[in-house]
Structures are given as structure tokens and as C-alpha cells.
T-cell receptor
């Protein structure tokens, strides 16, 4: 099974501060994703990447940046954190098999609280 | 873009009963539909999938039905156990852009 590791698992940040969430996958998947999960909204896609050096905007990218420095690592960056970004963030990876076989493998999540 | 809806949002059953979760999608170009289970505080775990050229898929106590014409899926869980208590998510593949998820169905199984 794909191994996707997120750090930190829990984070408390202050409004206006910078937050970096990290994700590492060891299965050589081309594609990686950042989702946030909120009650009443399910999982929503923030950013994704096709490979090292690539980042793309998802459905709710405002207030977030992403970085993919290598095949294994994908970071989510909140330059100026706001309380509305309090959420649980999930990283996922998946093989590049197009829309016909796109099973994603998820990390354990990062619970972020912005005070 | 793709939209995925799930019903019901929650249900409570007694151990041994069956559960039916309904899901609908909007984009006729979606061809792959994986389902995930999320236990409290845990990561999403893949449980079953189906492709649009299939009508039915079974994996032990899970049966997934697909109707391409009506853009509707249903997940049937039989002989439920307390370990089946979780949130179940339907999703539709939008290619390399990942998955679009429904809001989830919270299933609670009581002994």
C-alpha cells in the first residue's frame, strides 16, 4: 500500500503567521494533492501537482500556495494564516493513469487551528 | 465541474442489518468511481471502485451498483458490524485533477 506521511499532525498557528504543511510519499507517484476537510463541505481540492516542479490550482486555492521540490515531497503553504483556514488537511498521492484509474492514497491528516 | 451528491448524510443501524448509500454525479465524462471509508480520526481508506463500463461489483460484504444512464451509484453493505461505523465517501475521477468527493455518509452500527 502507498505510504503517504504528513507533518506535523497537529498545528496551532496565530493569525497572520506563516504555516507550512509537509507531505512525503514513497511510492514514486507522479500526482500529489492537497485537500481540506470541513464539516458540511466534505473534501475540497486546494492544489495538486503532476510531478516535481509542477503545481496547479484546485477548486479552492485562495490563501494557499504549494511547492513540489521533488517527486516525493509536496508542501502546502499558508503565507498569512487566517481563522477560516482552521481545518483538517489531507495530502494524497496517485499514479498518473488518467481518469480511468485514479485511486488516491491518503496521509493521516494535519489538524490546523488558527487562533 | 463535476459535482457529487450523497444520501443519506447519516444513518444508524443495528448490527447485522444492511445499509444502502446513494450517490449521484453530474459529469458524463467521469468514468471511474472509487469509494472511501474514514473511521474517526483516521485517514481515508479505499474500499471499492467501479468503472463506467460495469454495472455491478462485489467485494465480500460490499456491493456497488452503477447506472450510467441515470448517473447514479449505490453502495450496499450487508451484515453490518460495529467496525463498519465510519464516514463513507463516494467520489468521481476527473483525471489527473484528482477526485471530486461527495459530502459523505456517516454510518453508525450499534451492537
Amino acid at each position: 500500500e502507498a505510504a503517504v506521511t504528513q507533518s506535523p499532525r497537529n498545528k496551532v498557528a496565530v493569525t497572520g503567521g506563516k504555516v507550512t504543511l509537509s507531505c512525503n510519499q514513497t511510492n514514486n507517484h507522479n500526482n500529489m494533492y492537497w485537500y481540506r476537510q470541513d464539516t458540511g463541505h466534505g473534501l475540497r481540492l486546494i492544489h495538486y501537482s503532476y510531478g516535481a516542479g509542477s503545481t496547479e490550482k484546485g477548486d479552492i486555492p485562495d490563501g494557499y500556495k504549494a511547492s513540489r521540490p521533488s517527486q516525493e515531497n509536496f508542501s502546502l503553504i499558508l503565507e498569512l494564516a487566517t481563522p477560516s483556514q482552521t481545518s483538517v488537511y489531507f495530502c494524497a498521492s496517485g499514479p498518473d493513469r488518467g481518469r480511468s484509474q485514479n485511486t488516491l492514497y491518503f496521509g493521516a491528516g494535519t489538524r490546523l487551528s488558527v487562533l | 465541474g463535476e459535482q457529487v451528491e450523497q444520501l443519506p448524510s447519516s444513518l444508524i443501524v443495528q448490527e447485522g442489518a444492511s445499509v444502502l448509500i446513494n450517490c449521484s454525479y453530474t459529469d458524463s465524462a467521469s468514468v471511474y468511481f472509487p469509494w472511501y471509508k474514514q473511521e474517526p480520526g483516521k485517514r481515508l481508506q479505499f474500499i471499492i471502485d467501479i468503472r463506467s463500463n460495469m454495472e455491478r461489483k462485489q467485494n465480500q460484504r460490499l456491493t456497488l451498483l452503477f447506472d450510467k444512464k441515470t448517473k447514479h451509484l449505490s453502495l450496499h453493505i450487508t451484515a453490518t458490524q460495529p467496525g463498519d461505523s465510519a464516514i463513507y465517501f463516494c467520489s468521481a475521477s476527473t483525471g489527473a485533477q484528482g477526485l471530486t468527493f461527495g459530502l459523505g455518509t456517516r454510518v453508525s452500527v450499534f451492537p
